[in-house]
């Protein structure tokens, strides 16, 4: 069986991109005559192939359409609505095969891609059979971190048990189960979904790799490898895996597993396919759109996140339209949005059980308050009332830390209590104390260290990062914890046009961004090459932007596409002491001459 690939099936040149007009567009591949259909929408594009999902009838304009959205086939006169990707006669039919419509950044174009073969977890098919009390069981940890007992084996799903996720903006909300590190040392195998430290997380890998450095773990042949942060982590494990996309991974006769990639975020975030004796569990985690939007019907169990607030916008974005009004009216609007796209999703793949997860954190420390007030997510159980509601024949599981689902009860009867088992009343759900002091203060060593005394290390980091040729000058300034100016701290101006230095902002049209960045956050992701995810994503910086446009070749380049090694700080500071011993020759050569030397004075460069 080969493995699942993203291929490119059309490609505009922004030229053609131009012409598209709202509405309905075919277009036809020049190489082997092929045509799709491209809706350009007020939002978005959608696209798909030109090809009825009934019997393989070319669509055409259909001539009662009265909004520009509905195309119709010439085989049996299917409609369908392009602009929601539903077939609207017959009625409750179809939903067609969506192709990704990839629009550039950088210039203008646009790509359909397509998952091939979309449909992977169909190879080999194997008939279900029937399951024994006991024998396939689900225990809820926290966050997104799921235990799944399959037969004689132990699956671990994005362990994240201990210290915080994005540097210092996320912490668990519920207390995992005393034993929560035990079970993950004897699990037999691990998944991790993605590099974010919610699903990856450092902190919890260290007491593991002290337990048991060997345990295997499994991963998703990425772009952005999910571990290339290791080696720097100092964590050691010595049995990870990365298996490609699409293919099935046996673990016994019974139980085996398959990684899929995401349709919107193939570099980095997967999704997961569990099947033991012919029953499937789909965990869908973070991805946005987990498989292209191709995803198995009817499974036993489905998995996805919920919650929302997973980003730093708009939260931490101020001047302009950004107003506290503004603010929660958007995020009001997106939970509600999120909802409805869950139930919805939910209704479509029709799984037989359902459960919210990967939505449990919160902002805990003191300083993020504001956050943690504005910052509203959708609870579990009201994504579940909703869920009921819609699809009364669902049975939704809203899960507690050690709570229990029996996989076989629950399918044999739903109604069934036993099925479910909650912890003990005098159980501790939530936490109330976190381990502040021990995670910042690794955060504030940063600070202090060598190479901050040289501004040069602003021009060192930033050619290391590589990003140039984008007409956009960033102002950084380093600040205390209430985003208030650093009394001491670097504030400076890059000019990523031709990646310069400038001392004010230039002259000719360009955006700009203003980012004010936590220094002890900051100066660790910049000493250690850390993406800025923990920065955006963990709410320590404050943006304000001019025009109010959202960069996204910037943002991917610095949240996803760093380099995987960190910068050579020693060499930076070989080379400042060769070029400090240099100066200082030079001044005892002239020191008649009143020569001042800054590099002698470390920071009064700044």
Known sequence: MTSQVSKTVLRLEAEEVQTLKDGINFKKQPEDGKCYIIYKGKDKMRACRNQCKHQGGLFIKDIEDMDGRTVRCTKHYWKLNVATMEYVNPPDSFMQDELEAVLSDTDGSLELLELNPPDPWTAEPREAQELHAGEITLTYITHACMELKAGNKRMMFDPWLTGPAFARGWWLLHEPPSDAMDRLSQADLIYISHMHSDHLSYPTLQQLSMKRPDIPIYVGDTSRPVFWYLEKSGVNLTNINVVPFGVWQNVDEHLRFMILMD??????????????????????????????????????????????????????????????????????????????????????????IYCPFAGYFTEAHPSDRYIKETNIKNSAADLNESIRKSCPNILTWTPSPGSVLDLALALNDPSNRSAITEPPNDTKIYKDSWDFDLYLDELNASISAEIFKYKSWIQYYYKWAGFKGYNLVIRVIETDDDFEPLKGGYDYLVDFLDLSFPDVRPERDHAFEEIKNRVNVMRHVVLNGRLWDDLYIGFSNRMSRDPDVYHHRFWNHFQTELPLSAPDWDGFLQTVCEIRNSCARNVSLHQGYGFTVPWLSGRALH
């Open 263 to 352: 349709g919107v975020h193939p570099e980095m975030d997967t999704c997961l396919i569990v099947e033991y004796k012919g029953h499937m569990i789909l965990n869908t985690v973070d991805c946005t759109r987990p498989n292209n939007g191709r995803l198995p019907h009817g499974v036993d169990v489905m998995l996805s996140d919920f919650a929302g607030g997973a980003s730093g916008f708009p939260m931490t974005f101020h001047g302009g339209k950004y107003t506290e009004s503004w603010k929660a009216g958007f995020i009001k609007n997106e939970r509600k949005k999120l909802l409805n796209y869950k139930t919805q999703l939910v209704k479509s793949l029709q799984p037989k």
